[in-house]
């Protein structure tokens, strides 16, 4: 039988008839202090005798959710309550969910009235983060009329919801809102194609056949001719969904931004018709694909919709990771999105034995308000300038992220990077 507990309601009823008896015994207005005292004895019994018929109905009443399977990030969706009375009572009800924090629930309590053999139904809207969201259960709680005392029980009743994150770019341009149309973060690869796209600076590497000779000529100094590319850009991307990714308010977690970027770069590789190396960590294990055709960016959307905060931190060897991604393809660029809480020594030697022209590696931090968000922006900011020169001297091009505009920031240089001689150089 589950245990009866009293409210708030009940506790203030009790203080009121004990200091009721108090001044009868002292004799003040002992007749009307005698009499409420009395009456509130009674209805303290009586609510007491009716929450303890409905705890044992309670066993009698069935509860089920109803959540949509798959979501974009960003979409207002509406999670249903189902509640049945079997029994012969009538209850008053209470439903409360175990709704996961990053789901953000703008409600998840539900009360109702049920009549013996009703079933009803109760709703309330959540707008979840990207990633996988994992329910526990539901909390079941009846009341007397007067909601003096209550009994609970819980419902196992596991499911799940799947968000596919947006990639850095439509999450840009779903906050500009009606405040303005969002500034796309990359134009169209560049690289040597038929069609112009301006002209600029050799820089070593370049193509010796691309440069124009009547730019140089009156400039004085070499000036290549570049067009939209016709070749197809070829990453290789290691995503750090581990648990030290994941703290932080929700949809201004390391882990989000993560998702986001890699998704863009997805996109950026479909656009051009290259092919995407990818690794993702989750703490002690990790998992590896490659990706081509018309379809990279959807896929990796699918795969990172089932990649959640977990109980296990980071324990695979960083260095081993990044030499699988960077292994059979030598000039395929190499870009790392990684959580807080590095290993710092570990990183700059896997950065320096890795077999990549171009070796970009972004750190990410909270972006949000909160307490923990300020606290590891801090302890963050403070490793990566203490390292930052180890990391170039690594060959790699470091990147520390603290904020929205940072975040997108660090991802138009990094279109920029992507597209430079020396990153693109024997990768496509």
């Known amino acids: 039988m589950p245990e009866i507990y009293p409210t708030r309601k009940a506790l203030l009823a009790g203080i009121l008839a004990f200091l009721f008896f108090a001044m009868q015994a002292l004799g003040i207005y002992s007749p009307y202090t005698g009499i409420g005292a009395s009456l509130l004895t009674g209805v303290l019994a009586v609510s007491m005798a009716v929450a303890e018929r409905a705890s044992t109905a309670l066993f009698r009443v069935n509860a089920e959710r109803r959540v949509p399977q798959r979501l974009a ?17 009538d209850l008053i009800v209470s439903v409360e969910d175990q709704v996961p924090e990053r789901l953000r629930a703008l409600e998840s309590e539900i009360e109702m009235r049920l009549r013996p053999g009703e079933c009803r139904r109760g709703s309330y809207r959540v707008r979840p983060a990207p990633g996988y969201h994992s329910y526990p259960s539901l909390q079941v709680e009846a009341r007397d009329p007067l909601g003096m005392f209550a009994s609970w ?19 840009w341009v779903s906050q500009a809102g009606p405040r303005g149309r969002g500034e796309p973060l990359y134009s169209t690869w560049k690289g040597g194609g038929l069609e112009f796209y301006q002209l600029r600076d050799y820089v070593p590497g370049d193509d010796v056949r691309f440069i124009s000779w009547s730019a140089t000529a009156r400039l004085g100094r070499p000036i290549v001719w570049e067009g939209v590319s016709q070749v197809s850009p070829h990453v290789s991307l290691l995503a750090d969904l581990s648990l030290e990714s994941w703290p932080g308010t929700p949809g201004e ?7 986001r970027t890699a998704v863009a770069i997805a996109e950026i590789v479909e656009a051009g018709g290259g092919t995407l190396r990818y690794g993702i960590l989750l703490g002690e294990t990790w998992e590896e694909g490659f990706l081509s055709g018309e379809y990279i960016a959807e896929a990796l959307r699918r795969r990172l919709s089932l990649a959640g905060p977990s109980n296990v931190k980071r324990r695979v060897k960083l260095g081993a990771l990044v030499d699988r991604l960077s292994r059979g393809e030598p000039g395929r660029p190499l870009v790392l999105l990684l959580g807080p809480g590095q290993n710092y020594n570990s990183l700059v030697e896997a950065l320096s034995k890795a077999n990549a022209h171009c070796r970009i590696a972004i750190l990410y931090a909270p972006t949000g308000n909160g307490p923990v968000d300020t606290a590891v922006r801090l302890v963050e900011e403070r490793y990566y300038k203490a390292n930052l020169d180890s990391l170039r001297r690594a060959g790699a091009k470091p990147y520390l992220v603290t904020s929205r505009g940072a975040a997108v920031e660090v991802a138009r240089r990094l279109w920029g990077i992507l597209q430079e001689p020396g990153c693109r150089a024997g990768a496509f």
């Open 153 to 171: 029980r819980k419902l196992k009743r596991p499911s799940s919801i799947s968000v596919y994150p947006l990639s850095l770019g439509e999450y």
């Open 73 to 89: 990030e960003g979409v207002l969706a509406r999670v249903e309550l189902v509640v049945c009375n079997n029994s012969p009572d």
């Open 253 to 259: 977690a390391p882990a989000d931004w993560i998702m």
